[in-house]
């Protein structure tokens, strides 16, 4: 009479099978919540960094040469925002590079910027 079912050995190749899938699974989850993530502070970082620009235009002011750095949060994310000014060829015009960055993340930046703000006349 012959038994009818699994032997032990094709149970453990189809559970060893099912935990290669799922760990696979679990992995590729992992990876696009990362990359989410990822985008998500680029964005926010972009509009850190539009936001420091804008200020200028905003106040029709002409942004004095140096470096300037602060911390601003957005989206309730933290960022940390350095501002880099300099001269142009044309005295009427100033070059601005913004670096938005996370606070522990040292020299990557989430998003550059450059802009360049005019001395218009009032």
Do not use: C
């Amino acid at each position: 009479m012959r038994r009818q079912g699994f032997t032990l050995i094709e149970v453990l190749v189809a559970l060893a099978v099912i935990g290669i899938a799922l760990a696979a699974a679990v992995r590729a989850s992992t990876a696009v919540a990362d990359g989410s993530l990822a985008l998500r502070r680029h964005l926010v970082g972009g509009w850190v960094a539009q936001n420091r620009l804008n200020g200028y235009l905003a106040r029709s002011e002409f942004p004095d040469i140096g470096t300037r750095e602060g911390r601003e949060t957005q989206v309730g994310t933290e960022f940390v925002w350095r501002e880099s000014v300099s001269e142009t060829p044309n005295k009427s015009f100033r070059r601005v590079e913004v670096r938005v960055s996370a606070p522990e993340s040292g020299d990557h930046a989430d998003a550059v910027l450059i802009g360049y703000i005019a001395n218009a006349p009032r």
